[in-house]
């Protein structure tokens, strides 16, 4: 852009989000804006591999983020931060979700998987943390701290996630047109009607 101006940066989001261009970068910034739609292509494996093969030739992306954190990681041997922050409904979620995926790909633990646990993971996580607002249907009702381990090859052999400022009052009481945490009503799915019968 020419020059840097509240409306001119609005202007350039509305014009790519019309064309299904849902991420923008502003320098170092990626701005995403939620298109409360699957966006066929956007999330794939030849995405991916277009990233780690021809960095330069790609727009801008939530891969391209965490490509270049991997990258200044590997290259610096210092430790790198990816912010994701947004208002509810923003598609917080799903950028971690596709942060953590690429770095899987591109840093596989090899043999011991360390990677798809960590996946595999997330959605455990969101069970007991994430509920159905008037906003958004997977909405995140507490805030993440995730910390990936590499060792000295560039490989994922660990991570830890910590949670913080978890909604509490969700589990007495819910607003109009808003549902309790998920984990409950996966518990009541697959609980036998025996076991219903005892927890009234």
Request: charged share 25%; glycine share 8%.
């Amino acid at each position: 852009l020419p020059e840097m101006s509240r409306p001119i940066i609005c202007w350039n989001l509305k014009e790519r989000f019309l064309k299904d261009q849902i991420y923008t970068s502003i320098g170092t910034i990626l701005i995403s804006i939620n298109p409360y739609r699957w966006l066929k292509g956007l999330y794939t494996p030849s995405v991916m591999e277009d990233f780690q093969k021809r960095r330069a030739q790609q727009g801008p992306h939530v891969y391209g983020i965490a490509d270049n954190a991997f990258r200044a990681m590997r290259m610096h041997y210092k430790d790198q931060s990816i912010v994701i922050s947004g208002e509810s409904g923003a598609g917080k979620t799903e950028c971690t979700k596709q942060c953590l995926a690429y770095l899987a790909e591109v840093a596989g633990s090899g043999d011991s998987n360390i990677e798809q646990k960590i996946l595999r993971a997330n959605p455990l996580l969101e069970a007991y943390g994430n509920a159905k607002t008037v906003r958004n249907n997977n909405s995140s009702r507490f805030g993440k701290y995730v910390e990936i381990f590499f060792n000295r090859s560039g490989k994922i052999c660990g991570a830890s996630t910590q949670n913080y400022l978890l909604e509490k009052s969700r589990v007495v009481s819910v607003g109009e047109e808003e549902r309790n945490y998920h984990i409950f009503f996966q518990l009541c799915k697959g609980m036998t009607e025996e076991e219903k019968q005892h927890l009234r």
